[in-house]
């Protein structure tokens, strides 16, 4: 399937993390939100890119491989819309202005655009339930009809379209 996905990840403690040319960032405890797109087949359809994302062993490539791989952090959700549009970056602007979510580390996951990073920040405190209806929202907005899978550890199970 090619789409977009949002990843909603909790990091559980502040974490100081070395990633390639950006060098090191210091991401505070927090629940971030990260928008990618899956446009190809394979290991680069959404089912590919969410297999590799959800496992912590892995050969850092992408950006978002590095804090992923942190025991600290943890996938609690994924959203995401099959679409052959070219969507990544219009998503994640519509979900940094739904949640007033900020930009912890400059260029991540936005290599290959102009968004300032792909990583956001959310400000405030917000059930997984909160987080999920606000991205999903986010999607609709550009008209995406979108899905989600939640986490019940180890992996993400019980695909429930709305």
């Known amino acids: 399937m090619k789409g977009i996905y949002t990843l909603i990840i909790q990091l559980k403690a502040s974490v100081s ?11 505070p405890k927090a629940t971030y939100l990260y928008t990618g797109s899956a446009r190809g087949s394979g290991a680069s359809s959404i089912e590919g890119r969410l297999t590799r994302h959800l496992r912590k062993t892995k050969r850092n490539f992408w ?26 970056c219009k998503v994640n602007q519509s979900v940094r ?5 900020s930009s912890p580390a400059a ?3 936005s290599s290959d655009c102009t968004c300032e990073t792909h990583l956001l920040k959310v400000a405030d405190e917000r059930t ?9 929202l986010s999607y609709r907005r550009l008209r995406l009809d979108s899905n989600f899978l ?3 550890h180890p992996g993400l199970r019980g695909r429930r379209p709305m």
């Open 17 to 27: 993390i070395e990633i390639g040319t950006l060098e090191r960032i210091r991401l």
């Open 63 to 88: 950006h978002i491989d590095y804090p992923l791989k942190h025991e600290l952090s943890q996938i609690l959700a994924v959203v995401y819309s099959e679409t052959k549009r070219s969507m990544e």
């Open 107 to 109: 260029h991540f996951g």
């Open 128 to 136: 997984v339930e909160q987080l999920i209806k606000g991205v999903r």
């Open 150 to 152: 939640c986490h019940p």
């Open 97 to 101: 202005r739904e949640f007033g979510a």
